[in-house]
């Protein structure tokens, strides 16, 4: 988000009203900064469900079928090693590192999906430079209103947002020119 | 440094007064989220009781048990009581334990979080920190032993000049996988439950430098519900995929041993039987870090006494498991009839010349987890200490027996050896245990111990359940 209003709040709770509050106005472009999870809130923001499982499970998969294909390949054609008369390609065996090929490579999957699909890294970012915003990890949630919205009106975001009982209201980046004029 | 002691202060809210007698609620403090902050982060700006001269100790013991490391790989494995046909001896006995202890950490963070057991919030990111170091201590153990350390990695497949690749119908390469993939996936695991309590160090740092370094380890986390919500998909995936490796590695472990022809370890109870003891040993060591550690940093509001008795009750479950299997081992030893088999289990086990060692096991594994039946025993810090203490002493002594006694006498008398340890193995032995202490210490004192998102996201489900069962 690279500019808009930044509303503090003490509670949760308050934070979801205010949400409800915008969405009414047709305002939805905006995200929740809160210092531990709160189901309703994530809920009322209206998030699309995460991605994360599918690149989790490709993740699995393409563990697997490396670590399965890598030993079947290598045991079975390219160093072909006779132990007793096994069969060369002798499934059962493979069985323990393909499943640890899986989980490896499902972990990195869910771990770098899961940044991607947050954002992260991102060491800095416009909301920060509101001083308020470093008690986000603390005790304070914040709810972050996006200029870019179509129905994005500051006076009228900022009565919202203050009326919803937000304990202080701050704008952050650079505002469109549209607004800065008024 | 330390808070009033609270535990007569706190209130039972309705909700947890039917389980009193299980101890006190997961969470006794009711202080405000921003005062927990600063509280849990405080060890990060001032260090705890004593830690300079901790840091002391166990550094020059690191550098001891590197030392001993050291001259093992330049002189050679004689300088070990190993011989032929006692191969394995002391360093696998380490290389099991050890690797059994991490995995109360995996199943404290991965296992209770599916299985939505809200105490395990307070105590995950100590018990993980312990499977990291105790795996690092672990892998050490098959890489001396291999003799020529440096040649470790051959047990990799990786298109090498001599155009051959491992063998992976065989156990060792899967110990490689398991092992290593076991310590990615809990490192992973750990650093992300840590990213949201890294950006709270960041937050709240003192000077520039520390603000910078915690700032680029929490790679730019500021909440968000996008981010949180990705967070916990994420962190759920990765518990669910930590949970079959709680029982996969050890398991697997367990087959260099089952695999081979051996009695004693040639059989099919032995992946369940080392899945069990390694929670059971993991959770006795958990109870030995964490019960001083709540005393030295004054948490006994937030690790509370529930905590203890809950783990107290994990170590009689996995316990008796264990036991079972111990039982079930000598019959099926007598039933069978096989004379090998009788040979090891009846005669030399039970009265050879290790039967010190295993009778010590026996009465060890079997007394000390059934006094936890008993709340006195499950509630009482001390007491619960060195029970702990025993634990793993007993498991210690379990592997030792188990592994030293198949081999000492196989099918060919005229091939038994007795096997007895020299000054090397105890120094390597004792310095693992300094290296760990070393570890523990550092993440300490440089990241918060008790996860601090965690532990208000419990407190605030608390307030909302005290406050909706109060209005009705």
């Known amino acids: 988000m690279r500019s808009g209003l930044l509303a503090e709040y003490e509670d949760p709770e308050i934070l979801v009203r205010a949400i409800r509050a915008l969405r009414r106005e047709g305002i939805v472009a905006m995200d929740a900064h809160m210092p531990y999870p709160v189901r309703e809130v994530l809920e009322a923001l209206e998030l699309p469900p995460s991605r994360v499982p599918i690149y989790c499970f490709l993740g699995g998969l393409a563990g697997a079928s490396y670590a399965y294909l890598l030993q079947w390949w290598t045991n079975g054609f390219d160093y072909a090693l006779n132990v007793g008369g096994r069969p060369l390609g002798a499934a059962p065996a493979f069985i323990p590192p393909t499943f640890e090929g899986t989980v490896l490579l499902a972990a990195f999957g869910a771990l770098l999906s899961f940044l991607g699909f947050s954002r992260l890294p991102r060491l800095w970012a416009p909301v920060d430079e509101v001083p308020q915003f470093s008690r986000v990890t603390s005790d304070r949630f914040f709810l972050a209103v996006d200029a870019t919205d179509p129905r994005f009106d500051r006076i009228e975001a900022e009565n919202i947002l203050l009326a919803s009982g937000a304990l202080s209201v701050s704008a952050f980046g650079l505002l469109p020119r549209k607004e800065a004029e008024r | ?472």
């Open chain 2, 1 to 472: 440094m330390r808070e009033p002691p609270l535990q007569e202060s706190y209130r039972f809210s309705p909700a947890y007064s039917k389980s009193v007698e299980d101890g006190a609620p997961v969470l006794i403090s009711r202080a405000s989220d921003a005062h927990l902050t600063e509280r849990l982060l405080r060890p990060l700006w001032r260090g705890g009781p004593f830690w300079k001269l901790s840091f002391l100790v166990t550094g020059f013991g690191a550098l001891f048990f590197f030392s001993t490391l050291l001259y093992t790989a330049l002189t050679g494995i004689g300088t070990w009581g190993n011989n032929i046909p006692v191969a394995w001896a002391f360093a696998i006995t380490n290389f099991v334990w050890w690797i059994g202890i991490g995995h109360a950490g995996t199943f404290i963070s991965a296992v209770l979080l599916l299985l939505e057991q809200n105490w395990r919030n307070s105590i995950n990111r100590l018990a993980e920190a312990m499977t990291l170091f105790a795996i690092i201590n672990a892998a050490v153990f098959p890489l001396i032993h291999l003799g020529r350390p440096w040649f470790a990695y051959w047990i990799f497949p990786y298109p090498s000049t001599m155009n051959v690749w491992p063998n992976f119908k065989g156990a060792l390469p899967w110990d490689g996988a398991a092992i290593s993939t076991y310590f990615t996936v809990s490192l992973l695991f750990w650093y992300v439950g840590l990213i949201p309590d890294l950006a709270a160090a960041r937050d709240h740092a003192p000077t520039l430098f520390k603000r910078r370094l915690y700032g680029i380890l929490a790679l730019g986390w500021r909440g968000s519900g996008r981010a949180w919500k990705n967070w916990q998909v994420a962190y759920l995936l990765l518990a669910g995929l930590a949970t079959p490796l709680v029982l996969s590695v050890h398991s697997v472990v367990s087959l260099d041993f089952a695999i081979t022809q051996l009695p004693g370890w040639h059989s099919t109870i032995f992946p369940p039987y080392f899945v069990a003891g390694a929670i059971y040993s993991g959770f006795a060591m958990v109870l030995t870090l964490m019960l001083p550690l709540r005393a030295l940093y004054g948490v006994e509001d937030i690790i509370t006494t529930r905590h203890l008795d809950a783990m107290a009750k994990l170590i009689l479950v996995t316990g008796t498991a264990v036991y079972y299997t111990y039982v079930v081992e000598l019959f099926i030893a007598w039933y069978t009839g096989n004379i090998f088999e009788s040979q090891l289990f009846l005669w030399l086990r039970l009265s050879g010349p290790y039967a010190w060692a295993v009778w010590l096991t026996f009465v060890l594994n079997f007394v000390v987890p059934n006094l936890m039946w008993f709340r006195a025993f499950r509630q009482r810090p001390v007491l619960l200490w060195i029970a702990s203490v025993l634990v793993n002493v007993a498991m210690w002594f379990e592997r030792f027996f188990l592994i030293i006694t198949s081999q000492s006498q196989d099918f060919l008398p005229s091939s038994w050896a007795m096997y007895r340890p020299t000054y090397v193995d105890g120094a390597i032995f004792l310095g693992t245990f300094l290296l760990f202490g070393f570890l523990f210490l550092l993440f300490l004192r440089f990241l918060p111990f008790i996860p601090i998102s965690e532990t208000k996201e419990l407190r605030h489900a608390l307030v909302e359940e005290e406050s909706r069962l109060e209005a009705r």
